[in-house]
């Protein structure tokens, strides 16, 4: 519309001043740029590096090779020097376009995404190697040549030797705890126009220089963090929507060029996308992935942004290619992106994994867990010190001995803040060039390690750092049970602690345990420790356990990890059985199923506990729910610790009827009323599980729990 003047008068106004956006834009671009690489991570690189190699050298070599080599019989001339460079450009994938995307899609954790931004790295990572090789080659005479290798190399230098150093001496500078100094802030901000200018100057562009400047800047708080938050609103919801209304304006729609010349342009576009399609899905295949991921991949790789845009603009300035080219690129790109945005959105599942793992992942729940496998192996998710505390208490208390050790997978999680690519890395193996210790991670992880070493038996800590975003962050936790074989995955409730945590964080940590217990495939306990236990207790772990049991798949994993604990000489165990007089009735064969199993499972608890002084079994039976909640209150006592499972099949009915008066429904109405100061004050941990669904069935097996605000539904 910009071209109609009638159009641009009344919409602009008469005295409309473009060569002002034109600096908007670009100062937008540049710092759009540099927060992107601010989040880069080479880690995600190193650890997809055998499959990122080959799918980001075939996506770029395929559809290169098979462009040039299509250019001159579809055009019947020469290949002309535009297109060999808009051939090249639109080959690459570049990571800030791909993670951006995957952002705003919700992939960035899923297999599919990590594996789509080490590819686009090394992409990259090629085409800045390439092009400051054809910049050193361009030069007239050898002296240019080499000056201007000189003047990249002193660039760079001076990025890691004089940059890097005072960032480093800023977050040393800055109080745990505190943010950074305005000033400093506001001196980098400063800085990226001056190393714009600088890689300007030298000739490579303009984005040159805040690339660098952003690669070598620690990622993540207290710099990182700082940065991100006090400058991406200014440069989304301002600089950036002036940048595209500026390439809207610039484009022309009824300046297409002749006829013959788009029908040539349009087909090396169309080539090049479907041999890109092409490429990516072959080289997926190579690396045993599915077609269909590898597809998806392929279209993940076709998106384009603002990389490919700030190409073209540079492009049409330097008169490198005309307005007709340009808009014919420019709508392509576009259109491309239209296309392939859809078709991953609603094609691809996040849960699925790339390809059939080697391992046996058939390890569950904890009842199947195989006798030759003699490690209890459970994941613990720890937001701040009082979950670290809990999961001390926890492991003592389940009897870890020279028979059956515990090996324990801790994961920290921090919320995704001044990064771009998810990171789960291992505690002792750590990026030290771009990431700075955390000091709170520093002490849990230490106060791990000193227990390791001085547990009553043996217990074995592997600690991981993981920065995702909570939306997403269930997804590295689902890689990494199925990947160490956990039958059991435990994680604080989000109410634990909120003087701690913060009011904004109960949200997203809610939205977190929601999405474990929907698609976790293994067994999720909930832990909650409202922070409310009475003070006077000395005991340094559980000692007065109780549970219980209904019926159902999820009381039989509490009682399966309660018959652990109930090997534990320092352990006092209590376990309510509580009969509905329905089990009598055997109305359906899943009942019928259910109440056997239960029975069997009883029955072995009981043969194994036989002798055991420290176990009180009390069997009470009850006609409804309102008998069941008189148990419940009947039996209050000083525990240290209630176990329940979630969901229970003879109550099934009955719960539905009382969701509007369960507060949290990801606990059950059993578990929630445990979990409330109703039961003991208040003052006891509660442990609620619930088998994977992916094992249920009937009832169970599509149920759901979604959490809008405050309110949940199931």
């Known amino acids: 519309m910009g071209h109609s003047k009638e159009i641009r008068d009344n919409l602009y106004g008469k005295k409309i001043h473009l060569q002002l956006f034109d600096t908007i834009a670009e100062i937008g671009s540049i710092y759009a740029i540099f927060l992107m690489s601010l989040k880069f991570d080479f880690a995600v690189l190193r650890r997809n590096a055998k499959k990122s190699w080959k799918i980001g050298i075939g996506g770029f070599l395929f559809p290169t090779v098979v462009t040039f080599s299509l250019i001159y019989p579809i055009t019947g001339t020469a290949p002309k020097v535009p297109w060999l460079m808009s051939t090249v450009t639109l ?78 001496m800023i977050i040393k500078n800055t109080p745990e705890g505190k943010e950074v100094n305005e000033i400093y802030t506001v001196g980098i901000l400063l800085g990226v126009l001056v190393m714009s200018v600088i890689s300007d100057s030298i000739g490579l562009l303009s984005v040159g220089g805040p690339i660098f400047m952003g690669l070598v800047i620690p990622d993540g708080p207290p710099l990182g963090a700082a940065i991100k938050q006090k400058t991406e609103f200014v440069v989304s919801e301002f600089l950036m929507p002036m940048y595209f209304f500026r390439v809207g304006v610039s484009i022309d729609v009824h300046a297409i060029g002749d006829p013959a010349t788009m029908e040539h342009l349009q087909s090396i576009i169309l080539v090049l996308f479907v041999s890109k399609i092409v490429g990516v899905t072959l080289s997926g295949l190579l690396c045993k992935i599915g077609f269909k991921n590898s597809f998806m991949l392929s279209m993940i790789m076709s998106m384009k942004g603002l990389i490919e845009l700030n190409a073209l603009r540079h492009w049409r300035g330097s008169q490198i ?48 867990t195989p006798k030759d496998d003699e490690a209890c192996r459970i994941l613990f998710c720890v937001h701040n010190e009082e979950n670290a505390g809990n999961i001390i208490t926890f492991l003592e208390a389940s009897n870890p001995t020279d028979a059956s050790p515990i090996c324990a997978s801790v994961v920290h999680t921090v919320d995704l803040v001044g990064h771009s690519v998810p990171q789960l890395t291992p505690y002792r193996n750590r990026n030290k060039f771009r990431q700075i210790d955390r000091p709170l991670t520093n002490q849990m992880m230490q106060a791990f390690d000193t227990y390791s070493k001085n547990s009553r038996g043996p217990v074995v800590i592997e600690a991981y750092s993981m920065v995702a975003p909570y939306t997403s962050m269930h997804e590295n936790i689902f890689r990494l049970a199925l990947e160490n074989l956990v039958p059991l995955i435990i994680v604080p409730f989000h109410e634990n602690h909120q003087s701690v945590v913060g009011p904004s964080m109960t949200g997203p940590i809610r939205q977190f345990n929601l999405n474990v217990q929907e698609f976790s495939p293994c067994t999720v306990g909930i832990l909650v420790d409202r922070g409310l236990c009475c003070p006077l207790k000395k005991s340094s772990f559980y000692s007065n356990v109780a549970l219980f049991f209904i019926g159902g798949p999820d009381d039989r994993e509490a009682l399966a990890y309660a018959s652990r604990m109930a090997d ?55 006609g409804n729910c309102v008998e069941v909640m008189d148990v419940i209150k009947n039996s209050q006592s000083e525990y240290d610790l209630v176990m329940v499972g979630r969901r229970h099949p003879y109550m099934s009915l009955r719960e539905e009827e009382m969701t509007d008066f369960i507060q949290n429904p990801e606990l059950g109405m059993i578990g929630d009323v445990l979990a409330s100061p109703d039961f003991c004050n208040g003052m006891v941990k509660v442990l609620v599980m619930q088998e994977s669904r992916q094992l249920s069935y ?11 605000g405050i309110s949940c539904t199931r």
Request: charged letters at 20%; hydrophobic letters at 45%; a negative charge.
């Open 568 to 622: 534990n000489p320092d352990v006092c165990l209590t376990v309510f059985r509580i009969i509905m007089r329905i089990n009598k009735i055997k109305s359906n064969e899943e009942d019928l199923t259910e109440f056997k199993l239960d029975k069997s499972l009883i029955n072995e608890f009981k043969l194994r506990n036989t002798g055991n002084d420290r176990l009180n079994w009390h069997d009470t039976e009850v």
């Open 698 to 708: 009937g009832a169970y097996h599509n149920e759901s729990i979604t959490c809008t």
């Open 91 to 168: 080959s690459f994938s570049y990571f800030p376009v791909i993670s951006q995307a995957l952002y705003e899609l919700n992939l960035m954790s899923s297999e599919l995404g990590q594996l789509a931004m080490s590819s686009a790295m090394l992409n990259d990572a090629l085409e800045w190697t390439s092009l400051t090789v054809g910049l050193i080659a361009a030069q007239n005479d050898c002296f240019k040549g080499i000056l201007t290798f000189l003047s990249i190399l002193g660039m760079l230098l001076f990025t890691l030797y004089v940059i890097r150093p005072l960032m480093i």
């Open 321 to 368: 290619i005309d307005g007709a080219f340009y808009n014919q690129m420019v709508l392509s790109s576009l259109v491309l992106t239209m296309i392939v945005t859809p078709i991953v959105r609603f094609s691809y599942i996040p849960h699925m994994r790339l390809k059939e793992a080697t391992k046996d992942l058939r390890v569950r729940n904890i009842q199947s």
